[in-house]
């Protein structure tokens, strides 16, 4: 028990190298392998390669799952109507203007975004050693309601 906690919170107790969160989130956004940062970290829209092609770092263990929606939608949510509430007062147009402005900005911005976001989810469990990304196996912990 003791041992756990010592594993959680970070790698310093671990005996695995720190990896600095931030430059693997970073290189994950720009579509790089968060290792080495030179291999593609995606060979389709968000399909990420199953290794880098440069380093050879296992890329499959990511389980980003749906977080990467989940922060598009907060922060697109959060940019487009707090930028609807201000553009509408100083530029009162109307509705069908508004929804012809703001609706593909909206999607354009999620559309963009999604990638990025994506790879600095990647880069953030790779660094963190999350998953596989440790080397350990990664145990998928069954939904109680499929027992
Ligand atoms: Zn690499």
């Not at 980003?64 to 697109?76: C, E, H, S």
């Not at 596989?132 to 990664?138: H, L, S, T």
């Amino acid at each position: 028990m003791t041992h756990e906690l010592h594993r959680f919170g970070g790698e310093l107790h671990s005996g695995r190298p720190a990896r600095a969160v931030g430059q693997a989130m970073w290189k994950g956004a720009q579509n790089r392998c968060p290792s080495c940062g030179e291999g593609r970290l995606f060979d389709g829209f968000v399909k990420t390669v199953d290794n880098c092609a440069v380093c050879g770092e296992e890329i499959h263990h990511h389980r980003a799952d749906d977080l990467p929606a989940y922060l598009v939608i907060l922060i697109v949510g959060h940019f487009m109507v707090s930028g609807f509430l201000i553009f509408s007062e100083v530029f009162p147009l109307s509705n069908w203007q508004q929804l012809a402005i703001w609706v593909p900005l909206t999607i354009i911005a999620a559309i963009v975004l999604l990638r990025p976001v994506k790879g600095a989810v990647v880069g953030l469990q790779w660094a963190l050693y999350m998953h596989g990304f440790g080397g350990d196996d990664d145990m998928i912990e069954n939904h109680p309601e499929g027992e």
